[in-house]
């Protein structure tokens, strides 16, 4: 049985980690990680060297930070799992808020899309109230301006599949009353993709967003679904008044007259059309 065999045969760990020094396991759990991208076994591994040293030791900073990192990885392979998503986000979490020392700032910072990860979790189960602490947390961070790029003014909450399409709920930060939202402000945007022959985003369609109404009295709605379709030479547009919302817009409202746009039969009742300038 040659090596590699060995390093990733079913007993391996109850086997081949008795006695082993702190060296010879990172060197496996580096190999797991680094050669063969088996963040299962290179976390175990990690986990172990970690669990096996004090935070004093030369090496805990080395097995925390890379305890991280794998947990990163992992959570990417398992973005589509909402259940494995969540719980590996928030080992990320509770591991950064913890130790967060020990962790290199640029996979720190990741703690953040962690949070982003929980919500689009959650959302995906149906269980949106679950998700609101999280959002909570992610939006006292932007008050603080504690947000690295990327998720400094939106962030995904919602992603599903709708007829050979890719579905991705974008959420703004800025609220009604921020200098952000003056002139035209949309809250939310759902961008609608196209599909390749895997499953992933192929061409955007057009998107749907939460348009902020401009009314004279206050008895009129404070967002109104619109159609949006980008070109490089034109933008068109048209508001979908069968679909208004009152701010804070209710997610299971806004998630049902999406799906019902999507289904089809239903057009913009107004069309204006853009030149790009070039």
């Given amino acids: 049985m040659n090596k590699l065999t060995v390093l990733f045969c079913a007993p391996f760990f109850s086997i081949t980690s008795v006695g082993q020094s702190t060296d010879e396991l990172i060197e496996q759990a580096d190999s797991a990680y680094f050669d063969y991208k088996d963040y299962t076994t290179a976390l175990t591994l990690y986990n172990k060297i970690k669990g096996q040293l004090k935070p004093a ?5 080395y ?7 794998t947990l ?3 959570d990417q392979q398992n973005k589509d799992n909402h259940l ?7 080992q990320f979490i509770d591991l950064a808020n913890k130790e967060g020392n020990y962790i290199n700032p640029e996979i720190l910072d990741k703690k953040y899309f962690m949070y982003k990860n929980i919500i689009v979790g959650y959302f995906g189960l149906g269980q949106r109230a679950k998700a609101k602490p999280y959002q909570d947390t992610l939006y006292q961070a932007y008050r603080n301006k504690r947000l690295p790029e990327g998720i400094d003014q939106f962030y995904c909450f919602e992603k599903f599949m709708y007829s050979n399409q890719n579905v991705w709920g974008y959420e703004a930060f800025a609220q009604l009353d921020d200098k952000e ?3 035209s402000f949309s809250k939310h945007i759902y961008y609608i993709y196209s599909q390749d022959s895997e499953g992933n985003d192929k061409d955007q369609l057009y998107t749907l967003e939460t348009v902020k109404v401009h009314k004279p009295q206050n008895s009129e709605p404070d967002f109104v679904l619109t159609k949006r379709a980008r070109t490089k030479e034109q933008e068109v547009s048209g508001t979908i008044w069968k679909y208004t919302f009152n701010n804070p817009v209710e997610y299971e409202k806004l ?5 019902d746009f999507l289904k089809g039969g239903v057009q ?3 069309k204006s059309v ?3 300038k070039q």
């Fill in 72 to 74: 990163f990885y992992l």
């Fill in 268 to 270: 913009p009742d107004t």
């Fill in 84 to 90: 494995k998503s969540i719980e590996l986000s928030k």
């Fill in 63 to 69: 097995a925390v930070d890379k305890v991280a990192r």
């Fill in 57 to 61: 030791d030369k090496d805990y900073g």
């Fill in 181 to 183: 939202a003056e002139g």
């Fill in 274 to 276: 853009i030149q790009v």
């Fill in 255 to 259: 998630h049902n007259a999406v799906v």
